[in-house]
Each structure stands twice: as structure tokens, then as C-alpha cells.
């Protein structure tokens, strides 16, 4: 089963603009990352957001983590045509498993 | 550092056969995780192993298994392969479990089972 749920299953937007996904989660949670995927490649790790945190930065991105409504939200500004790629949040399920969402497949057009 | 390495990128087998696929993982580094991802289903985990032992299982059959060798390497094996078991095999790497670390993934391997 997928701890966390990612919307939309899809996204196309212009370059430039910003790009925000969402994803739920069941369980309480210690932590939330969140990983890119480029086609048929590896996941790659791209930020974690402690429970206890609200908001978090890391160049382009920004990380926010509602524990109260069990979501987190990634946003992308000025995003660009290398930004197209799959997005995943991920969570500890478990004895230290990390259980990973389907995902929002995220296409910026030039 | 060299990042972690999964071999064959890719493999084409028929139904009935087995397949072993190998991963090595960030020098360094004790825990091994395998996930299998496919379009319908996503990304599912396998087993994790962390200093040769096996930590966690997921829900797949026994035909799925694994193991980790002294030197952090791991291999997972697929025995009496399904057409269902088409998919993008992943592993990966992290220093410990600890329930922070990031996964460190390889390119993984393009399974194909005809």
C-alpha cells in the first residue's frame, strides 16, 4: 500500500512559471522526503522536512508540512525544461521502511 | 565517490527463468534497499538488508530474494519469472537506518520478462 498520495498525477505548465504537487500521507510521521525521477532513471533525493518543521528551502524549492491535515506540498519556481521529471514524497512506514507515492509526472513546455 | 551501481541496466528473460541482479552500493554505505517500480503499481519495496542481514521484507512472493554480501554489495534473485514481474528493479544505499537518511538510488534494471 502507498503511504503517500501525490496531486496531480500530472502536471504541464510553461517554463518559467512555478510548479506546486501535493502529496498525503496516512500515518504520524517523523520526516517527509521528496525525490525526482527522471525517465527510467534512479530516484534522486531532493529534501527532507522534519515533522516538526512547517517550511522548508532549498534553492528552487520550497517544502511546506501541515502535520495537523497530514500533507506536504512541493513548489518549484521558475521552473525549468530540466525540471520535467517524476516527483515523489516518501515516508517511513514501519521498521525503518521508506514507502514511497505514486507520484506527479511533471512536464514544463518551453 | 562513485554512486551506487546496478547491473545488467538491462535484461531481457522468458517466462520460467530465473535472473539475479547485482548492486553496489556508495562506499561506505551499510543498507541496501530494493524496490521494484511498474507503471500500474508504482514503486513498491522489496527488502532492505543492512550489514548482511535482511531488516525489512515487503509483500512479495518467496520467488523474490535477496541477499548482502561482507563488502555491502547485494544481489537479489527472481526465481520462476512472471510476465507481471516486468519492471524497473532500484536499489539503494544509505549510510545507516536511522529513518533520516536519504536513499542513494542506482539507474536501475530494465526487466523484461517475455
Known amino acids: 500500500s502507498q503511504q503517500g498520495e501525490e496531486d496531480p498525477q500530472a502536471l504541464s505548465i510553461q517554463e518559467g512559471e512555478n510548479a506546486t504537487m501535493n502529496c498525503s500521507y496516512k500515518t504520524s510521521i517523523n520526516n517527509l522526503q521528496w525525490y525526482r525521477q527522471n525517465s527510467g532513471r534512479g530516484l534522486v533525493h531532493l529534501i527532507l522536512i522534519r515533522s516538526n518543521e512547517r517550511e522548508k528551502h532549498s534553492g528552487r524549492l520550497r517544502v511546506t508540512l501541515d502535520t495537523s491535515k497530514k500533507s506536504s506540498s512541493l513548489l518549484i519556481t521558475a521552473s525549468r525544461a530540466a525540471d520535467t521529471a517524476s516527483y515523489f514524497c516518501?515516508?517511513?512506514?514501519?521498521?525503518?521502511?521508506?514507502?514511497f507515492g505514486q507520484g506527479t509526472r511533471l512536464t514544463i513546455n518551453p | 565517490k562513485a554512486g551506487v551501481t546496478q547491473t545488467p541496466r538491462y535484461l531481457i528473460k522468458t517466462r520460467g527463468q530465473q535472473v539475479t541482479l547485482s548492486c553496489s552500493p556508495i562506499?561506505?554505505?551499510?543498507?541496501v534497499s530494493w524496490y521494484q517500480q511498474t507503471p500500474g503499481q508504482g514503486l513498491q519495496f522489496l527488502f532492505e538488508?543492512?550489514?548482511?542481514?535482511?531488516?525489512n521484507k515487503g509483500n512479495f512472493p518467496g520467488r523474490f530474494s535477496g541477499r548482502q554480501f561482507s563488502n555491502s554489495r547485494s544481489e537479489m534473485n527472481v526465481s520462476t519469472l512472471e510476465l507481471g514481474d516486468s519492471a524497473l528493479y532500484l536499489c539503494a544505499s544509505s549510510l545507516e537506518v536511522t529513518g533520516e537518511e536519504k536513499l542513494f538510488f542506482g539507474s536501475g534494471t530494465q526487466l523484461s520478462v517475455l
Open positions: 538488508y543492512f550489514s548482511e542481514t535482511q531488516r
Open positions: 562506499s561506505g554505505h551499510r543498507s
Open positions: 516518501a515516508t517511513v512506514q514501519g521498521a525503518q521502511k521508506l514507502v
